[in-house]
C-alpha cells in the first residue's frame, strides 16, 4: 500500500486512524498480528484467537467525504465468536476510531474471561459474601434499568470491612456525607471497582491480592452480582469523576489522552480529562445532525445562566453565551468553553463527557434524556454557589432521568434539592473498625440548613459565629429578610421611644 496511489485525505486520515490505533494497541498490552494490504488496508487479529479481528478493507468519497469499509469480529456483546460473521460498515475517521475502541473493549473483555475456569462455578476463594436480594422500591414506574443495590468491601485500603445493603431501585441519588479523611472517596472507589472491574486498559488499580470487593446491581429485568478481580458481570454504561473536572480533551497525545479519559482514572488521579463533547458538537453541527440542538438544550437546562451555545464558523469555535439573569433578555459577549466560569466549565465538561461515555455503549440512542446508567461524582458541591448546589441533583434528574447518580458532598445545600426517595449514607472511621457505612434515615422535606447541619448527618453541635460573645445575640429568624424587618420595627419602636409620643388609644381598645 503506498500512499502515492490514494488521494491526499486519503493517505492523511488513514495516517492519524493507523496513529490512534498504534497507540490504544501499545497501552493495551495485548498480542495482535497487523498484516497490511498490497492495494489499501490492514486488518488487526487477536493472536489468542485468529477468529477475533478488525479490519479496514476499502474507502469511498463521496460529497467531499470520506467514508472507510470496516470489519470487525465480534461485532456486539450478543454474539459469540464462533457465531459470528463479518459486516461491512461504512464509518468516517472518527467513526473507526470510536469503533476500535469498542472492538478493543470487546478483546480485553475476552481476555479477562480466559482467566476463569467455568467448569467450576464457585472459582473464588475465601470470598465475601453478597446474596442477591428481593427489589424494594416506593414507586414502581420509577424503576431505574441499571442502579446499585449492594456493596461488600474488605481489605481495601482503609476499609476492614464495609457493607451497603439493600437500596432502593427507584433511587435517582445516593449521597455520601462524611467527615474529612472517613473515606467517603474510598467507598467510591470500592463501588466503581466493583461495577467496572480493577483494570483499566492495561492498568491495575488494586495491587492488594487481600482486598476483596463485590456490588450487587440491577441490570435490565436481573439482578447481577461482580467481583471486582474476576469481572464475570462487569456493567459497560459508567462514568466516573473526581474532584478534579475541569480540564477538556484537547491537546494531550492520543495515547496520554486514552489512559487519562479512561473510565477509572478521573476518581483515582489528579489529572483526568474529560472527554471532548465539543468535538462532537463541531461534528454534529455540520452534518445537521438533530443531536447538536438535543445537546444544546439540554446545557441550557443545566446551567439556566446559559442562554445560547452557537458554531461559530469564522473560529470552527463553538461558543457559550450567558444571560443577565435579572434582565433575562440582555445577554454577555460569546465565549469559548475555557473562558466560561469554572463553575459552568465543571458541569458542561462533566455532563458533555457522560453523553459521550454513555452513548459509546448505547449507540442507538441520540436524546440525552434516554440514555441509562451509574455515575458517580466525588465532591458533588465543588466549584458552585449555594443557589447551584441545590439546583442541581434536580437539573441533573431532569435532563438525565434514566441515570443513578452516586456521590459525596461536604455541603447540606445539596439535600435540599435532593430528589424524592433519596438515599443518604455515612461514612465513619476507627482505629478499630476502619471506614464504615450507616444509612441515615432523615426525612429531608421539612429540614432547613441549621437542621441538617446538627442531625447525624453532619454531626455539627455548634453552628454559631465564631466571633459569637453572648448567646443571648444569637438570631433566630429563618430568613436574612425576616431578620432584616425584625430590625426595621425595634428601629420604629427604638425611636418611638425617644419622641416622647403617646401610642394612639385605639391601639388598646378590644377588637369588638
Known amino acids: 500500500m503506498n500512499a502515492k496511489n490514494l488521494p491526499l ?15 490504544r494497541i501499545y497501552e493495551s ?18 493472536k489468542k484467537y485468529s477468529k477475533i479481528y478488525f479490519e479496514v478493507t476499502d474507502y469511498e468519497i463521496e460529497n467531499q467525504s470520506v467514508e472507510y469499509v470496516v470489519a ?26 470510536d469503533t476500535f475502541n469498542e472492538w478493543l473493549s470487546f478483546v480485553r473483555n475476552y481476555e479477562k474471561m480466559s482467566e476463569i475456569d467455568y467448569s467450576n462455578p464457585f472459582y473464588l476463594h475465601d470470598e465475601i459474601l453478597l446474596q442477591n436480594e428481593p427489589d424494594t422500591f416506593l414507586e414502581e414506574d420509577k424503576i431505574l434499568k441499571y442502579c446499585l443495590k449492594s456493596l461488600s468491601v474488605s481489605n481495601f485500603q482503609g476499609i476492614k470491612r464495609a457493607t451497603i445493603e439493600n437500596l432502593p431501585v427507584d433511587t435517582n441519588w445516593v449521597f455520601l456525607v462524611g467527615e474529612n479523611g472517613f473515606g467517603k472517596s474510598t467507598i467510591l472507589q470500592s463501588i466503581m471497582l466493583g461495577l467496572h472491574g480493577s483494570k483499566d486498559g492495561s492498568h491495575d488499580y488494586v495491587i492488594d491480592s487481600n482486598a476483596q470487593i463485590k456490588v450487587g446491581y440491577k441490570f435490565e429485568e436481573e439482578n447481577l452480582i461482580n467481583d471486582f478481580r474476576f469481572n464475570p458481570s462487569p456493567l459497560i454504561h459508567l462514568a466516573a469523576y473526581g474532584p478534579v473536572r475541569l480540564n477538556m480533551q484537547v491537546d494531550a497525545t492520543v495515547s496520554e489522552a486514552a ?3 479512561g473510565t477509572l482514572y478521573s476518581l483515582f488521579r489528579t489529572d483526568g480529562v474529560l472527554l471532548n463533547i465539543e468535538s ?20 441550557c437546562k443545566l446551567v439556566p445562566y446559559i442562554s445560547e451555545i452557537r ?7 463553538i461558543e457559550y453565551i450567558e444571560k443577565d439573569l435579572l434582565d433575562g433578555s440582555a445577554q454577555y459577549e460569546p465565549l469559548p468553553f475555557e473562558n466560561i466560569a469554572s463553575g459552568f466549565r465543571s458541569i458542561l465538561g462533566m455532563a458533555g463527557d457522560m453523553i459521550v461515555r454513555l452513548s459509546h455503549t448505547q449507540k442507538d440512542v441520540e436524546d440525552p434524556s434516554k440514555l441509562k446508567g451509574i455515575v458517580i461524582i466525588d465532591e458533588l458541591d465543588l466549584h458552585w454557589h449555594p443557589k447551584l448546589q441545590k439546583q442541581i441533583p434536580e437539573l441533573f434528574s431532569e435532563v438525565f432521568p434514566g441515570i443513578q447518580f452516586i456521590v459525596s458532598t461536604h ?29 441515615v434515615d432523615v426525612d429531608l422535606k421539612n429540614l432547613t440548613p441549621n437542621l441538617l447541619l446538627t442531625s447525624g448527618i453532619f454531626d455539627m453541635d455548634n453552628i454559631f459565629s465564631s ?37 394612639p388609644d385605639e391601639l388598646f381598645q378590644s377588637k369588638k
Open 9 to 23: 485525505i486519503v493517505a492523511q486520515e488513514l495516517k492519524e486512524i493507523t496513529d490512534y490505533i498504534q497507540g
Open 29 to 46: 498490552q495485548l498480542s495482535f498480528d497487523l498484516k497490511s494490504d498490497k492495494r489499501f488496508g490492514y486488518k488487526i487479529t487477536y
Open 72 to 97: 470487525r469480529v465480534p461485532y456486539d456483546l450478543y454474539t459469540a465468536v464462533d457465531d459470528s460473521y463479518a459486516e461491512d460498515q461504512k464509518l468516517q475517521k472518527y467513526e473507526v476510531q
Open 259 to 261: 489512559q487519562r479519559s
Open 280 to 299: 462532537e458538537l463541531v461534528k454534529w453541527y455540520l452534518k445537521k445532525d438533530k443531536r447538536f440542538q438535543l445537546i444544546k438544550n439540554a446545557f
Open 311 to 317: 458554531f461559530n464558523e469564522s473560529t470552527d469555535r
Open 411 to 439: 455541603s447540606p445545600i445539596p439535600l435540599l434539592g435532593a430528589p424524592k426517595n433519596s438515599v443518604i449514607l455515612k461514612v465513619n472511621r476507627t482505629k478499630e473498625e476502619g471506614i464504615t457505612i450507616e444509612k
Open 467 to 503: 466571633q459569637l460573645e453572648d448567646l443571648t445575640e444569637v438570631r433566630t429568624e429563618n430568613t436574612f429578610d425576616e431578620m432584616t424587618k425584625n430590625d426595621e420595627v425595634d428601629k420604629y419602636l427604638e425611636d418611638f421611644e425617644k419622641s416622647n409620643e403617646e401610642f
